[in-house]
């Protein structure tokens, strides 16, 4: 399990790593200085979110088609990764105004938010969520909200480009429509060998048809590995 302690201390190797990388945005600043803006970046356009379209290819907050334009589009995040958690949790403190907070304040948002950075089931898991892009407008597939763990595991996985791959072990189904489809793999696999490694080259989450709804455009998400290292490793 990783403590706040160290997750704090990972969150400065990311500012570290990222200030080096001198690609601007969100990249040269720590994440207590990300904007909105740019902390929803790296929530949909990153090298751990990609929000794709059928026929369309991915979609990014920068890219030529504007998100609210396809009928039918899926964020895909790697939730288990720290930038995610440190963008999820810099909107949870713009959203309170944390920077205005009194200390005792911040103490106690610490306290009540401190579980995400912790993250306990990211010490043995990756973890990855599905969900509608942001706006309102578009739903993730019924067929997500009721699934059953078994439909689950058969249709649902993650592959390296070993050709090595890991089911979903554990689903939380979303809320709602509009809300957080997570799943959960196994990082070690025969041998305690994590799926990823820095000399692994993609990462690609499928989704089977039978879990959206039939829909076959929307179903293979690729990363590109080395994009995801943070301070020498797979932040994943």
């Given at each position: ?89 810099r ?40 969900l ?40 939380a ?52 590995v ?11």
């Amino acid at each position: 399990m990783r403590k706040l302690g160290t997750a704090a201390a990972l969150a400065a190797l990311l500012a570290t790593a990222a200030a080096a990388s001198a690609q601007g945005g969100w990249r040269d600043k720590p994440p207590a200085q990300w904007t909105k803006e740019e902390a929803e970046q790296i929530l949909i356009d990153s090298p751990w979110a990609q929000t794709v379209a059928p026929g369309g290819g991915a979609i990014g907050l920068g890219g030529t088609r504007a998100l609210s334009t396809p009928d039918k589009a899926i964020t895909v995040r790697l939730r288990s990764a720290l930038p995610v958690r440190l963008a999820m949790m810099r909107l949870r403190q713009l959203h309170e105004k944390y920077d205005r907070m009194s200390e005792p304040k911040r103490a106690e948002f610490d306290e009540k938010n401190g579980p995400l950075l912790e993250c306990p089931a990211c010490a043995d898991n990756y973890v990855v969520a599905l969900l509608p892009p942001p706006g309102g407008r578009l739903t993730l597939p019924r067929a997500l909200l009721s699934a059953s763990p078994a439909k689950v595991k058969l249709y649902v996985q993650l592959l390296n480009d070993r050709g090595e791959r890991r089911e979903a072990l554990h689903y939380a189904p979303p809320k709602s429509p509009t809300g957080e489809a997570v799943f959960f793999f196994a990082r070690l696999g025969e041998g305690g060998r994590p799926l990823l490694t820095t000399e692994s080259r993609k990462l690609v989450v499928t989704v089977g048809p039978e879990i959206l709804e039939g829909e076959t455009r929307l179903n293979r998400f690729e990363f590109d590995v080395a994009q995801m290292l943070v301070g020498g490793r797979v932040e994943f």
